[in-house]
Structure formats: C-alpha cells, structure tokens
C-alpha cells in the first residue's frame, strides 16, 4: 500500500521564497498577504484560502499545481501500484470568503488538462472565478442541497442530481442561496 501525505505548502513557500532571496516582508508586500499570515502558513500552522495560494504562487513566479505537487514516492519503476490517497491526506483549498472547501481529487500532474474537486459550500458561500484558459469547460454535479451557477449573461439553478456543463474561459460563479449545505463534483477540463 502506498501511502501519500498533503502537501507541505507552507515549507514549499518557506523554500521558494528563501531561494529568490526573498524576506517575509517583501513577499508579504508583492503578495498583499500580511506577514504574519505568511509566517502561520510558512509554520504549518494555518490552511491559506484558495485566494491566498493565488496571491502567493503569482507573487513567485509560480505554478498552483506545482506548489500543491507532494513528491510521490517513485514505485522503484516497471512495478504496477496503486497510489492510496487517505481522506485525511486530501488537500484543500478555500475560497475567498471561506464558506467554499474544495477538496483536490485529481492528481497535480494532471493540473493543466483535468481538475476534480468534491465540493462543499456553506449557505451564502460564493465561488466567484475569473476566466480559465481559453476553451476551459467546468462539469458540476449537485450531490446534496441546491446550488446556482452563473456565467456571462445565463444564471441556473441546479438541484440535488442536476449537472450543468458550462463555458469556465469567462467570468463565472458557483452559489449556495439555501439554507442548507450543499455538496458538488466539480471537474475541469482544459483544452
């Protein structure tokens, strides 16, 4: 059984940050995440939101997928395995407004082609996202509550079951207006 562990971000950070000779401060101030914030996340001691990691790989000339790649062990090669993802192990990320927990289901490498997320949005909770790359499509399937997507000019409301497969290369949103929680499949696809 091969076993993973979440990624270290805050040691990454910490380590990218060190190597463009970087001070807390500066990338504190080209990031606009407060230094003590980037000290918590940098000593493990703090999840960062899904708007933070953004601000924060931007700042260093950086990948999301490769600050979130955990180095998997190598299977010794020619061997067949099955890589063994504990739930506990799963990253997330969080929006903005943190009511949005988005559990990374899809392995880093396939980043830039194929992302699925479990979705879990709080009532009021808002994913608000700009345009992907051009060509980018999002497929969410509502598990459990109600969710409404918005991209461009087309609002809908999707049920406990419902998919809806949209345009994710313009301004585009995802939101809880129930009351309850809600729980969703999202996956990405890129051209």
Known sequence: ??????????RKIKQIRNEKKLTLEQLATKSSVSKSMLSQIERG???????????????????IADLL???????????HKIDHVKAHQTPEIQSADG?????????????????WYDMMMTPGG???SDGHAEGTRE???VIEGTLTVRNGQ??????TGDTARYDADIPHYIENKSQKQARALMVVLAP
């Open 139 to 141: 497929h969410l399937t």
């Open 45 to 63: 001691r703090t999840n960062p939101t899904l708007a933070i990691l953004w601000s924060l790989t931007q700042s260093l000339d950086m990948d």
């Open 126 to 128: 808002l994913l608000d």
């Open 69 to 79: 790649d955990s180095n998997r062990a190598d299977d010794g090669g020619g061997g």
């Open 1 to 10: 059984m091969t076993r993973t562990s979440p990624p270290d971000v805050g």
């Open 99 to 115: 009511r949005c927990t988005l559990k990374i289901l899809g392995p880093v490498d396939l980043v830039t082609q194929t992302e």
């Open 154 to 159: 087309e609002e809908i409301h999707l049920e």
